[in-house]
């Protein structure tokens, strides 16, 4: 079951550009959306998160866009560096219960 | 570092045997979360416990339980080992007064030979 879903595995962008990762729901239900990152032998690290109420919730070179309508969510990173090379998770929950997870998108940041 | 501790880190054993994983959840974080990360695919979500009490249950299997003690520490115990158990397994906790990021440890390698 599927609730959260990931449909790129793999992105690769040069360092300076922009880095656009997507992520898919199903579950209306969901009111709390979050973007984790992981590097190999480590576990996820909370990155930034979005709250159904608000459609964009920005940190530094961080954005994430959510649209509601199309069940949809996206991770900006401008400018794009060698050091964000990693695994990048989406997460939705409802009340912080049941968290689902993606199934990852591999980003490499070329120098 | 995240204050959730996973011990242990790594774990061999064979088929049929069992074994238990624990966690420490970060001071004041009264919710415990489990999941299982296998061959680099996606974080499967096993389950949940809040203040020691079940909140919710993921696809976790029958040979799996978990329970969260009354100093919030949590153990996973999964019995008859199978080699399609053999993953990461990581542990994560929050705060759940409202929407918050869940806090991870840095998991437990588990290989069944």
């Not at chain 1, 239900?29 to 480590?42: I, N, Q, S, T, V």
């Not at chain 2, 074994?19 to 974080?29: A, E, I, K, N």
């Not at chain 2, 680099?40 to 799996?64: P, S, T």
């Not at chain 2, 008859?80 to 906790?93: I, N, P, Q, T, W």
Request: proline residues 4%; contains cysteine; hydrophobic residues 30%.
């Amino acid at each position: 079951d599927q609730q959260v879903k990931q449909n790129s595995p793999s992105l690769s962008v040069q360092e300076g550009r922009i880095s656009i990762l997507n992520c898919d729901y199903t579950n209306s239900m969901f009111d709390y959306f979050l973007w984790y990152k992981k590097y190999p032998a480590e576990g996820p690290t909370f990155l930034i998160s979005i709250s159904s109420i608000k459609d964009k919730n920005e940190d530094g070179r961080f954005t994430v866009f959510l649209n509601k309508s199309a069940k949809h969510l996206s991770l900006h990173i401008v400018p794009s560096q060698p050091g964000d090379s990693a695994v990048y998770f989406c997460a939705a929950s409802y009340n912080n219960n049941d968290m689902r997870f993606g199934a990852g998108t591999r980003l490499t940041v070329k120098p | 570092d995240s204050g959730v501790t996973q011990t242990p880190k790594h774990l061999i054993t064979a088929t049929g045997q069992r074994v238990t994983l624990r966690c420490s959840p970060r001071s004041g974080d009264l919710s415990v979360y489990w999941y299982q990360q296998s061959l680099d695919q996606g974080l499967q979500f096993l389950i949940q416990y809040y203040n020691g009490e079940e909140r919710a249950k993921g696809n976790i299997l029958e040979r799996f339980s978990a329970q969260q003690f009354p100093d919030l520490h949590s153990e996973l115990n999964l019995s008859s080992l199978e080699l399609g158990d053999s993953a990461l397994y990581f542990c994560a906790s929050s705060v759940t007064q409202g929407n918050s990021p869940l806090h991870f440890g840095n998991g437990t390698r588990l290989t069944v030979t």
